[in-house]
């Protein structure tokens, strides 16, 4: 008879399988009869070699519009479109085969 052990390391699979840059779907912030917002985040894990964890960069496209309030001097109906970026960096770390941790550095939002 024989018998064979396997130890796999289930944290550094999910580390591996996690590093790279993830985009999301469109999702809404606002949707008001004034205007509406929506947002596109992207999460770049990047690895530190030899760990399980390393630096995280979030970069996210945020766009809104709505219209413009009529006045005595404009007559036909307007409408504001404007769109920013948003980023902020911090560290993710695989805590087991399939949970991980993630630090937001407030002092990075820009």
């Known amino acids: 008879m024989s018998l064979t052990l396997v130890s796999c390391d289930e944290t ?3 580390a591996k399988e996690i590093q790279g840059s993830w985009c999301g779907t469109p999702e ?6 004034s205007g509406t917002a929506n947002i596109v985040e992207t999460f770049n894990f990047v690895r530190d070699d030899g ?3 390393g630096p995280l960069i979030i970069s996210a496209m945020v766009d809104a519009t709505g219209p413009l ?3 005595d001097q404009i007559v036909q109906p307007y ?3 404007a769109a920013a ?3 902020a960096q911090g560290i993710w770390t695989a805590i087991d085969d399939d949970e991980v941790s993630v630090a937001i550095d407030p002092q990075s939002i820009e």
Request: charged fraction near 30%.
């Open 12 to 14: 550094a699979r999910l």
């Open 28 to 33: 809404r912030l606002s949707d008001k009869m």
């Open 51 to 53: 760990k399980n964890g």
């Open 69 to 71: 309030q009529q006045t």
């Open 79 to 81: 409408a504001l479109s």
């Open 85 to 87: 970026e948003v980023s």
